[in-house]
């Protein structure tokens, strides 16, 4: 079965720092772009960054670029994102999800998304 | 960035009704245009790829369409398990965006 689990969500203060990791199973991790898509409590879905199959090229949303890396260890079959300089709008609910064609060149629409992982950013 | 705006933000219907989402992007995005459903405390559903591709698995009451600037969403026949919110999402230009969401909720 093809799956994606994410952990590493919690309570962190302003300017703190998390990790997030997205777990894979079912499928060959290494063959896909993988995303980070979060969602704010009541909102709508933002799109946060994305990684090649090698993880040589990563695209941002403005909003957070300079704070915020996507990784991966395809060894491991999991996806990260580290989140420094954290902010209250930062708060959402973030998924890991997969893009839908294998071996591609350029980013695809995101067929498997995971359950999400809780981030809120409160003193 | 590309913006993308969809109409309605709600939409009340009836099981059986035909119901169209539009979802306008700020900037053309050829075909490079997905269509997620959502349900409250889930994770999206992908339905549509390419405009107009429906997803394996996804029920033949699902279509999309446009090109360019201008997209619709349909469902043919509403059923009890479409009620849900519905995204737009565009892939054509980084960084990707989704529209704000459409609510179709029970009349």
């Known amino acids: 079965e093809v799956q994606l689990v994410e952990s590493g969500g919690g309570l962190v203060q302003p300017g703190g720092s998390l990790r997030l990791s997205c777990a894979a199973s079912g499928f060959t991790f290494s063959n896909y772009w993988m995303s980070w898509v979060r969602q704010a409590p009541g909102k709508g879905l933002e799109w946060v960054a994305n990684?090649?199959?090698?993880?040589?090229?990563?695209y941002y949303v403005d909003s957070v670029k300079g704070r915020f890396t996507i990784s991966r260890d395809n060894a491991k079959n999991s996806l990260y994102l580290q989140m420094n300089g954290l902010r209250a709008e930062d708060t959402a609910v973030y998924y890991c999800a997969r893009d839908r064609v294998p071996m591609a060149v350029a980013g695809t629409p995101m067929d498997v998304w995971g359950k999400g992982t809780t981030v809120t950013v409160s003193s | 960035d590309v913006q993308m705006t969809q109409s309605p933000s709600t939409l009340s219907a009836s099981v059986g009704d035909r119901v169209t989402i539009t979802c306008r992007a700020s900037?053309?995005?050829?075909?490079?245009l997905a269509w997620y459903q959502q349900k409250p405390g889930k994770a999206p559903k992908f339905l549509i790829y390419?405009?107009?591709s429906l997803e394996n698995g996804v029920p033949s009451r699902f279509s999309g369409s446009g090109s360019g600037t201008e997209f619709t969403l349909t469902i043919s026949s509403l059923q009890p398990d479409d009620f849900a919110t519905y995204y737009c999402?565009?892939?054509?230009?980084?960084?990707?965006?989704f529209g704000q969401g459409t609510k179709v909720e029970i009349k």
């Open positions: 990684i090649k199959q090698d993880g040589n090229e990563k």
């Open positions: 999402q565009q892939y054509n230009t980084y960084p990707w965006t």
């Open positions: 390419k405009a107009s």
């Open positions: 900037q053309s995005i050829n075909s490079w």
